[in-house]
């Protein structure tokens, strides 16, 4: 079992920027690929960043790209999301996920990841 934990979120106004950090426990994540998703009321859940172990591939949803960065320490487990230039419309619960089934940052976008975080909340006002 891998257990994650969300931290950073917050309320902001728009244009500033928050850090997101998803700490995971509970095994190495070695082969893993991380990644952060979120919802919105009323709204389907996004795919917006991945990251593989090596860092080597990437993804970022067009709606986040350009303004949002996805990085990891493998030493510490954590990957993190630092989100710039945030609009209103990135208001959402945001969710950190893992996986092992997939080889691309990409992938994680069409599966459901096996493991989760809570979430944490970001609020963007105008």
């Known amino acids: 079992q891998v257990q994650l934990v969300e931290s950073g979120g917050g309320q902001v106004q728009a244009g500033g920027s928050l850090r997101l950090s998803c700490a995971a426990s509970?095994?190495?994540?070695?082969?893993?690929?991380m990644g952060w998703f979120r919802q919105a009321p009323g709204k389907e859940r996004e795919f917006v960043s991945g990251?593989?172990?090596?860092?080597?591939?990437?993804y970022y949803a067009d709606s986040v790209k350009g303004r949002f960065a996805i990085s990891r320490d493998n030493a510490k487990n954590t990957v993190y999301l630092r989100m710039n230039s945030l609009k209103p419309e990135d208001t959402a619960v945001y969710y950190c996920?893992?996986?092992?089934?997939?080889?691309?940052?990409?992938?994680?976008?069409?599966?459901?990841?096996?493991?989760w975080g809570q979430g944490t909340q970001v609020t963007v006002s105008s």
């Open positions: 996920a893992a996986d092992r089934r997939i080889a691309s940052a990409q992938a994680m976008g069409a599966l459901v990841p096996v493991f």
């Open positions: 509970g095994r190495t994540l070695g082969g893993y690929v």
């Open positions: 990251i593989t172990w090596s860092g080597s591939s990437l």
